[in-house]
């Protein structure tokens, strides 16, 4: 038997000074094991801090056996003569002191640490009640973590739903519906900080402060309402238009902002975390209000225009234009004018070059890793993604992905993006070889059923599914709400699905578009779309009978590079100008526009 000398300064403890387990206080720092010995608990509330910061208890520490000076906080009546420790096989490697008198003293054991693959009671997961609790309380501190422009606002406790709401502003007026009308003086700081990164709208107002090109138009809108979509609301006023808008996604919405809206005198009928009832809605609440009738349509999805053409199609007798700015609005417009169904002017602001270029492009590049990063905290180096269509968004997202690290493969069905995926050094592949070893999976299509259920089967477990196109149809989320499958929501926007099996996968914002649901997107490319949308808006309305005919049309040219120079100065950049010679063998105007229609940027 091996004797070991302790410390001299160390506790000594005596058998019977150690009270059994059916002696112990309630709140005692000994508790009993499940065989009948005690453990010390580690706790400095219960054993007395005077004792917890004690040299006796800084020596026990030392020697490996800091519990013990919490077991008598007292250490005046300790006994003071010398211990010995041995170990005794016998009792499993427990530890036993002999004191001078020959009396013994078995230390009390402490608790093992059980790692997951020693007891599998560790990856159990929690009871419903447990599930519940935990993910109001992560969602609750990921309320208070981040800003509200993280898409993480107003977590608040009151359940009512706006619809059941009277609110008013401080003038009286009643005639919106969002979240909370107390918050907008925060929303105004927001709107502000906005201004400062969107100078060509802002340009725009200090040029229309003597014309006033929107005077008498009535502009219904459905977009994302965010800080920066409210400068250019308050930027169409301005040039002297009327305003009512909708949000066209039920997560973009930041409710501060909506409600320094409604204070402004806007009709805004939008929150955060909207019901696809509540969606419809709002929608409908903006078009059908009595006396006031809408001469323009300014979409985004192309939700508005169909509950127009299906709810009200007598009002297109007075609508003078359709302004729409995502892939999938533009979509349909198209299918429209083929079927022969679109009965006003629409102008295709996404493949506006000031659009698709900029927007698309390096947006996608920067709130891809913001949107990904706030809602999961993955680190991409080493990361396997593959990202699914590899037009401008794709571009953005690939380019964004690879200077982090990850490992990009790519899904294309056009010949043409394909290869400029290869020549940009990603590997071209179809999904169903790369699914069950990729860690994200992010479609930017604007197609449906890109990520199947079969697909959905085969990804590995923690699997990060995402969409970064403007429709929420190209995961099929619906085939994931089965009775087998398990939903768990983690925070705000992000769920874990769970197999029978165990297996999960990370779904962000429920398919729908992650940037603009989970994060912010750069306000100074906002200010280049936002701006083209002003302009097309402009032209539509003030279009001399008979220069647009029922179709769907490109902005001209010359307003592109219009917005373009309103964004230089930004950069203190300055423009080179063609010679009176240069201009004559190029066959240009001086003044631009500088390429012919067919030029692909």
Same mark, same amino acid.
């Given at each position: 038997?091996?004797?070991?000398?302790?410390?001299?300064?160390?506790?000594?403890?005596?058998?019977?000074?150690?009270?059994?387990?059916?002696?112990?206080?309630?709140?005692?720092?000994?508790?009993?094991?499940?065989?009948?010995?005690?453990?010390?608990?580690?706790?400095?509330?219960?054993?007395?801090?005077?004792?917890?910061?004690?040299?006796?208890?800084?020596?026990?520490?030392?020697?490996?056996?800091?519990?013990?000076?919490?077991?008598?906080?007292?250490?005046?009546?300790?006994?003071?003569?010398?211990?010995?420790?041995?170990?005794?096989?016998?009792?499993?490697?427990?530890?036993?002191?002999?004191?001078?008198?020959?009396?013994?003293?078995?230390?009390?054991?402490?608790?093992?640490?059980?790692?997951?693959?020693?007891?599998?009671?560790?990856?159990?997961?929690?009871?419903?009640?447990?599930?519940?609790?935990?993910?109001?309380?992560?969602?609750?501190?990921?309320?208070?973590?981040?800003?509200?422009?993280?898409?993480?606002?107003?977590?608040?406790?009151?359940?009512?739903?706006?619809?059941?709401?009277?609110?008013?502003?401080?003038?009286?007026?009643?005639?919106?519906?969002?979240?909370?009308?107390?918050?907008?003086?925060?929303?105004?700081?927001?709107?502000?900080?906005?201004?400062?990164?969107?100078?060509?709208?802002?340009?725009?107002?200090?040029?229309?402060?003597?014309?006033?090109?929107?005077?008498?138009?009535?502009?219904?809108?459905?977009?994302?309402?965010?800080?920066?979509?409210?400068?250019?609301?308050?930027?169409?006023?301005?040039?002297?238009?009327?305003?009512?808008?909708?949000?066209?996604?039920?997560?973009?919405?930041?409710?501060?902002?909506?409600?320094?809206?409604?204070?402004?005198?806007?009709?805004?009928?939008?929150?955060?975390?909207?019901?696809?009832?509540?969606?419809?809605?709002?929608?409908?609440?903006?078009?059908?209000?009595?006396?006031?009738?809408?001469?323009?349509?300014?979409?985004?999805?192309?939700?508005?225009?169909?509950?127009?053409?299906?709810?009200?199609?007598?009002?297109?007798?007075?609508?003078?234009?359709?302004?729409?700015?995502?892939?999938?609005?533009?979509?349909?417009?198209?299918?429209?004018?083929?079927?022969?169904?679109?009965?006003?002017?629409?102008?295709?602001?996404?493949?506006?070059?000031?659009?698709?270029?900029?927007?698309?492009?390096?947006?996608?590049?920067?709130?891809?890793?913001?949107?990904?990063?706030?809602?999961?905290?993955?680190?991409? +180096?080493? %990361?396997? &993604? $593959? @990202?699914?269509?590899?037009?401008?968004?794709? =571009?953005?997202? #690939?380019?964004?992905?690879?200077?982090?690290?990850?490992?990009?493969?790519?899904?294309?069905?056009?010949?043409?993006?394909?290869?400029?995926?290869?020549?940009?050094?990603?590997?071209?592949?179809?999904?169903?070889?790369?699914?069950?070893?990729?860690?994200?999976?992010?479609?930017?299509? +604007?197609? %449906?059923? &890109? $990520? @199947?259920?079969?697909?959905?089967?085969?990804? =590995?477990?923690? #699997?990060?599914?995402?969409?970064?196109?403007?429709?929420?149809?190209?995961?099929?989320?619906?085939?994931?709400?089965?009775?087998?499958?398990?939903?768990?929501?983690?925070?705000?926007?992000?769920?874990?699905?769970?197999?029978?099996?165990?297996?999960?996968?990370?779904?962000?914002?429920? +398919?729908?578009?992650?940037?603009?649901?989970?994060?912010?997107?750069?306000?100074?490319?906002?200010?280049?779309?936002?701006?083209?949308?002003?302009?097309?808006?402009?032209?539509?309305?003030?279009?001399?009978?008979?220069?647009?005919?029922?179709?769907?049309?490109?902005?001209?040219?010359?307003?592109?590079?219009?917005?373009?120079?309103?964004?230089?100065?930004?950069?203190?950049?300055?423009?080179?100008?063609?010679?009176?010679?240069?201009?004559?063998?190029?066959?240009?105007?001086?003044?631009?526009?500088?390429?012919?229609?067919?030029?692909?940027?």
């Amino acid at each position: 038997m091996s004797v070991q000398v302790v410390a001299a300064k160390m506790a000594e403890v005596e058998l019977k000074d150690v009270p059994t387990g059916k002696d112990l206080p309630a709140d005692s720092p000994l508790t009993p094991t499940s065989e009948g010995k005690n453990i010390a608990r580690n706790d400095p509330h219960e054993a007395g801090s005077s004792a917890a910061a004690s040299p006796t208890a800084e020596s026990s520490a030392k020697a490996g056996e800091g519990s013990l000076g919490l077991l008598n906080p007292n250490p005046a009546k300790m006994p003071q003569a010398s211990a010995m420790k041995r170990s005794d096989p016998q009792q499993n490697g427990g530890e036993a002191f002999v004191n001078r008198d020959g009396t013994v003293a078995e230390a009390p054991r402490m608790k093992k640490i059980q790692f997951a693959d020693q007891k599998q009671e560790f990856n159990k997961r929690p009871s419903k009640i447990g599930r519940r609790s935990l993910s109001r309380s992560i969602s609750q501190s990921s309320t208070d973590s981040y800003s509200s422009a993280a898409s993480y606002t107003d977590s608040s406790d009151d359940e009512t739903s706006p619809r059941d709401k009277q609110q008013k502003n401080s003038k009286g007026n009643g005639d919106f519906c969002i979240k909370n009308i107390k918050q907008a003086d925060f929303g105004r700081r927001e709107i502000e900080i906005a201004e400062q990164e969107m100078p060509a709208l802002m340009a725009l107002r200090k040029r229309a402060q003597g014309e006033k090109p929107l005077a008498g138009a009535k502009v219904v809108g459905c977009t994302h309402i965010t800080a920066q979509t409210a400068v250019l609301m308050e930027t169409l006023s301005a040039l002297g238009a009327q305003c009512r808008w909708a949000a066209c996604n039920i997560y973009s919405t930041q409710n501060e902002v909506a409600a320094a809206l409604a204070e402004g005198g806007f009709s805004v009928f939008a929150w955060k975390g909207e019901s696809e009832d509540d969606f419809w809605w709002c929608i409908d609440r903006c078009v059908n209000v009595e006396g006031w009738q809408p001469n323009m349509i300014l979409d985004d999805g192309g939700d508005l225009t169909h509950w127009i053409y299906k709810k009200y199609p007598n009002m297109f007798k007075k609508i003078k234009g359709i302004v729409e700015e995502s892939v999938t609005g533009v979509h349909r417009l198209y299918q429209l004018s083929k079927a022969g169904k679109l009965c006003v002017p629409a102008m295709n602001v996404n493949d506006s070059v000031t659009k698709q270029k900029f927007d698309n492009l390096y947006c996608c590049r920067e709130s891809i890793l913001d949107g990904l990063k706030r809602t999961t905290d993955v680190m991409f +180096g080493g %990361k396997q &993604v $593959v @990202v699914c269509g590899y037009g401008e968004v794709g =571009k953005g997202c #690939c380019a964004a992905l690879k200077a982090m690290g990850s490992i990009v493969y790519v899904t294309e069905i056009d010949p043409i993006c394909a290869l400029q995926a290869c020549m940009d050094g990603f590997r071209l592949v179809k999904l169903n070889e790369v699914i069950r070893q990729v860690d994200i999976v992010i479609t930017c299509t +604007g197609n %449906k059923n &890109v $990520v @199947v259920r079969e697909n959905l089967d085969r990804m =590995k477990n923690g #699997c990060i599914v995402c969409n970064m196109g403007h429709s929420n149809t190209e995961i099929d989320v619906a085939s994931l709400r089965t009775p087998e499958l398990t939903w768990e929501r983690v925070r705000s926007q992000v769920d874990h699905v769970i197999w029978p099996d165990g297996k999960r996968i990370v779904l962000l914002a429920e +398919g729908r578009l992650l940037n603009l649901s989970c994060s912010t997107v750069p306000t100074f490319v906002l200010s280049i779309t936002a701006t083209t949308q002003a302009l097309a808006l402009i032209e539509l309305y003030n279009a001399p009978e008979g220069r647009y005919k029922q179709d769907v049309y490109l902005l001209p040219k010359k307003m592109d590079e219009y917005v373009a120079s309103l964004h230089l100065p930004t950069f203190d950049a300055h423009l080179t100008e063609l010679s009176d010679e240069q201009a004559k063998y190029l066959g240009l105007n001086k003044n631009g526009p500088f390429k012919p229609n067919y030029y692909r940027y």
